[in-house]
């Protein structure tokens, strides 16, 4: 186990060392001088020289490099160029509208995908199994800014129960759950929609294992057994994928985001990159990376909490 | 009315059928077994034994259709409704099936599963301590079941088949997939725990020998139908059917090898150490496991050597080092003083494994599959040489050249063990390394088989390295055996010599532990 959780440590060290020179090169790659486009082009070329040296880009690379990792470290993520404000801030700031949103689409697609696998896994090829397969389906094809559309059209304007978009903050917490809400079930049910997939077919696979025929010899009925014995063994594929999905949530609800008129994570990086706010682009990025790493490396950990077999073997099958 | 009540059998089917999309597979199946007796039901692989089990405890895939009748206890069972069929399952009839290493929930320790069926139909917990001891295991209950061996494993499904004393045990192949020390013990247990708690017991084998001394009567099946029941000395002795009497006359047959006409060295195994890397811990370094330590031997040319020995014991990683397959850590393996792992020396060993469906590629043609040795030589052969060589290879093995065209699914399990065979003599090879290659197959198949090597030492001069578990098959094909434990050869002598007078502990074991009902 300790073993084990100590060589996932280990990757999770050097995954985050490698993304994050790959990150500073990307944007040291890319073209633009943040100073001239925050000048305009009729800056002065003292002026210009000076705002360099004052945002510390006329320092060598490898300095600067150093500079944004020590600061991160220590919390500092940098100005922004454009605002003015640290980075830290604004992305405090946006994470309180991201990092629920994520975190109840998760919860919500678990919440729809759990039943629904289980209930077409438990009837496979009877007509409750198409009618759930079939809707997953349609919810994988679904694009989800037009599934959110409709959710705008059906529950903000024709019936009103939900606002149609912008975040009036925490300080109204019943309001501001009321705006996550339409956003939260269209982030979530593409999801929730390939998570039941996955789950249906990983439980189709557990059945067939001899340990399913002992429960039943045992005298447990086909449903007990699948959830005695079957779910657990079948989520292991379902923890790898739920892990990837939060990732995604977290920062690739851009989309949704723009559709609900949203304050988050992903509508900062998307406005400091066309305003060539590379410090923030650069932060952000790491954040995120940082977050998806992490993810990875719980979701080992709940391999490890799930199956005995990791525990002792120090190596994954 | 408990005196008519005792009369009657505890399980009765009359004229029980199954089909699985229309397709037949039990036909007509009418057999008693009553409280306490020991019945074995035997017969080839898809004769429908386990099928008749399976039908008994309910447990047939939905789609089966099945008509006749099926009473266990007084109760007809077949109208009952899934929750009725379950709530006898684990408490009054229960099963132990055949592969024990994937017959547990790998993500529950080992009570946690046994003290299921106690839970499952409310009774109060079981002893854990005690019923593990009672199955002879001295464990503790928290364990996984990766921890076990897989006669262990099989144990601990055991433990769940007595915990609640039923009536009725149906063991599968309890046996099969285990080494003979650990198949007698857990035949002894069987027999022992059915006979302290009186429960009936439907053993179901494709090998006579295991049942010949534990069972009251003997239920033959062949192709989904029962063609003879007897008491086991009677069917035994005086077998009525003739599907029968083939049976017992292919348990019974030795195949008669040609006189003993070894050449020089061809192979010379010395100081051979493979070793693999232990489990991995946080901080102390891998220290390596000798898997064989130290083996040294020859085979001459046209000589056939057995090499037997429990599981673990170190003999298929022997095989596979002697094929170039696996790396030594000491020693060396010599074909004529050449170095193993080159393609000069690979034309010249072949080998055959134990499973015959799985070592095809089931996209090709059995022309295909049988040429691939064929690029080990210097000098590719014409297609007509091919040709030549797969059609001498499959009559060789008894099968027709015709069969080149034709693909692997086309073939029974015996045929694709021949095929196996034929695809290691295509290329004319002096030593064949044969790893349970017959364990899989049906008896007659089995016999055939060990004829045609027979026959192909008298015809080439074979030499081959026949591994295997099963000692009267050892005794009937080898000139010479060598007896395997923990790694290291501890016995090395004639085959007759070593079955007369075994002088190791080790082999008198093994010796011990092999059934020899028939």
Redesign the interface.
Known sequence: M??YL?RRLLSLGVSLIAASAVIFLVVEIAPGDPAAYMLGINAQPETLAALRTELSLDLPAPARYWHWITGMLGGDFGTSYTYRTPVADMVADRLTVSLPLAVMALVLAVAVALPAGLFAASRRGKPGDVAVMGAAQLGVAVPNFWFAMLLVLGFAITWRIFPSGGFPGWDQPLQALRALTLPTIALALPQAAILARVLRSSLIDALH???I??????????G?ALR??GL??ALIPVLTLMGLQFSFLLAGAIIIEQVFYLPGLGRLIFQSISQRDLITVESVTMLLVFAVIVVNFLTDVAYAV????LR????RA | MPHAEAAAPLLSLRDLSVAIRGRGLLHDVSLDIAAGEVVALTGESGSGKSLTALATMGLLPTRAQISGTLRFAGQDLLPLAEPQRAALRGRHMSMIFQEPMTALNPLQTIGQQIAEVCAIHRAPPPDLAALLDRVGLDLPPSRYPHELSGGQRQRVVIAMAVALRPKLIIADEPTTALDVTTQSQILTLLKDLTRQHGSALMMITHDLAVVADMADRIVVMNKGHVVETAPTATLLAAPQHAYTQSLLAASAHRTKLPPRAVGSRLLAARDVTITYPAARRLLRGPAPVPAVQKVSFDIRKGERLGLVGESGCGKSTLARALLGLQPLAEGEITLDGAAINTRAARQRIQVVFQDPYGSFNPRHRVRRLLAEPLHLLDHRPSRRDVDASIARALTDVGLSPDDAEKHIHAFSGGQRQRLAIARALVISPELIVLDEAVSALDVRVRAKVLDLLADLSAKRGLAWLFISHDLSVVRSVTDRVLVMDKGQIVEDAATQALFDRPAHPVTRRLLAAAPRGV
């Open positions: 300790w073993f100590a294992e001899d340990y025929r002992t429960a039943r010899a045992k005298g447990l009925t086909p007990q005695r014995h657990r063994n799930a199956d005995p077999r002792r073997q120090g190596r």
